[in-house]
């Protein structure tokens, strides 16, 4: 299995903050890298494909980049709606793994 | 629209077999690129990945889990079924389905599974 590790588990930010979650997967995975956002009680929903794909009605502050095993999230401009806790998980192979969730809370 | 829906007992016992069924609409399983899998949830923990069937009717499993799970498609109804065997309380979970394509495209909204005599 390909193992995805995320950095940091958790962060506490301000509204206004810029945010950068980290995922390096244990193996090249090309850009075969998904980002998505969970909020308490209620199924993930995909924020970002291929790395730096941006999915309809995603706000724009959300940005992605990286390549081969080492990748980046970013929120520009934090806003109350955007805390939650935040997975990738990589479509290179099957079983296509998660990480383990960065968690981001009011400081 | 896309939408997934689960369904099947909010409760097993241990040793049992689960049984649920993803009931799909927006799309067709029989278009190539398309399949739609199960991830569960523990609890306050990690999502975990546990299976996929694809529009040609190959299936992937997570390898942890491969000897107790079965999952199979009905294209005419719309639906996957996800089978395991052996059920264990360490397997209670919100368990998830969703469209894979490039991504988990799009998610049900989840089932809560819990295992206990």
């Known amino acids: 299995d390909i193992q995805m590790t995320q950095s940091p588990s958790s962060l506490s930010a301000s509204v206004g903050d810029r945010v950068t979650i980290t995922c390096r997967a244990s193996q090249t995975i090309s850009n075969y890298l998904n980002w998505y956002q969970q909020k308490p009680g209620k199924a993930p929903k995909l924020l970002i494909s291929?790395?730096?794909s941006l999915q309809n009605g995603a706000p724009s502050r959300f940005s992605g980049s990286g390549s081969g095993t080492e990748f980046t999230l970013t929120i520009g401009s934090l806003q109350p709606e955007d805390f939650a806790t935040y997975y990738c998980q990589q479509s290179h192979r099957t079983p296509w793994t998660f990480g383990q969730g960065t968690k981001v809370d009011l400081k | 629209q896309i939408t997934l829906k689960e369904s099947g007992p909010t409760l097993v016992k241990p040793t049992q077999t689960l049984t649920l069924t993803c009931t799909f609409s927006?799309?067709?399983?029989?278009?190539?690129?398309?399949?739609v899998g199960w991830i569960r949830q523990p609890p306050g923990k990690a999502l975990e990945w546990l299976a996929l069937i694809y529009w040609d009717d190959d299936k992937r499993y997570s390898p942890s889990l491969k000897s107790r799970l079965t999952i199979t498609k009905d294209t005419s109804k719309n639906q996957v079924v996800l089978t395991m065997t052996n059920m264990d309380p360490v397997d209670t979970a919100t368990y998830y389905c969703?469209?894979?394509?490039?991504?988990?495209?799009?998610w049900g909204q989840g089932t809560l599974v819990t295992v206990s005599s």
């Open positions: 927006g799309f067709s399983l029989s278009s190539s690129g398309v399949g």
């Open positions: 291929l790395t730096s």
């Open positions: 969703a469209s894979h394509v490039v991504a988990v495209d799009y």
